[in-house]
């Protein structure tokens, strides 16, 4: 992992831990408090990790449908902390015979038509959630912290790929991982008590980069929200 991102994944952690500090006394007010919560949905990643091939003949899909699941608790009426799993999600890209070009920070070439399919593992979350007091159904809330994520490249087709000077046919040809920051809205609407159904939507705090190249993740869910 480069050293900017662990300083500020270390800088961010940190400032969890102090908002904790803060905000854990107010949580001696047990009937103010809302009860933990959890949420099990859908979600649509945009991923745009392969977007730098972009040009003549090239075909991108940079779209997956996945699932994910959060666990809320309430530390004070407003402030939750969230930890949640994404299942993995795939996106790819078809090259034609004879391009080139530069992909994280390494040139590469084709001999041959083929596809290109960043394949992310399951990935996992750590923030905080801040709902402002507000009365009836209808609640909005903003969120951010930590998305630990890791992903490998995959070449496939008739076609042959050189990458870094080494040449790969139907296999993993780069291997990544780390951790982002990021940031988020939702809302969610109370259908009857302590079930809800929730909407969010979280994208990169930050333009994070491997090699020269961002890695830019967002997604939108649709999530049903259950209280204990």
Same mark, same amino acid.
């Given at each position: ?11 961010l ?8 500090l *803060? ?11 809302? /009860?933990?919560?959890?949420?099990l ?15 003549s003949?090239?075909?991108?899909d940079? /779209?997956? *449908?996945?699932?994910?699941?959060t ?5 004070s ?6 930890g949640?799993v ?9 090259l034609? @015979? ?8 390494n040139?590469?070439?084709t ?7 960043? /394949? ?45 000077? +080494?040449?790969?046919? @139907? ?7 780390? +951790?982002?920051p ?9 259908i ?13 705090? +930050? ?8 890695l830019?993740?967002?997604?939108? @869910?649709?999530?049903?929200l259950? /209280?204990?």
């Amino acid at each position: 992992m480069p050293i900017s991102r662990l300083i500020m994944s270390s800088k961010l952690i940190s400032t969890l831990m102090v908002i904790f500090l *803060i905000t854990f006394p107010y949580a001696s007010s047990a009937h103010e408090v809302p /009860k933990p919560s959890f949420t099990l949905g859908g979600m649509l990643i945009i991923d745009s990790a392969l977007d730098v091939l972009e040009g003549s003949g090239v075909t991108i899909d940079d /779209k997956d *449908i996945v699932a994910n699941f959060t666990a809320n608790y309430y530390v004070s009426p407003s402030l939750a902390f969230e930890g949640g799993v994404i299942t993995g999600h795939e996106i790819s890209a078809s090259l034609p @015979s004879n391009d080139s070009g530069t992909l994280h920070g390494n040139s590469y070439s084709t001999s041959g038509a083929l596809t290109i399919t960043a /394949k992310n593992n399951t990935s996992y979350l750590f923030g905080v959630k801040y709902s402002p007091p507000t009365r009836g159904a209808l609640s909005v809330y903003g969120k951010a912290g930590l998305l630990f994520w890791d992903a490998e490249f995959i070449v496939g087709g008739s076609g042959t790929l050189t990458y870094n000077g +080494s040449t790969y046919n @139907s296999k993993t040809f780069l291997q990544v991982d780390g +951790s982002d920051p990021y940031i988020g809205i939702g809302m969610s609407y109370e259908i009857r008590k302590n079930t809800s159904f929730a909407f969010d939507y979280i994208t990169p705090a +930050s333009t994070n980069a491997i090699n020269g190249v961002a890695l830019d993740i967002s997604g939108f @869910s649709a999530s049903w929200l259950r /209280k204990f």
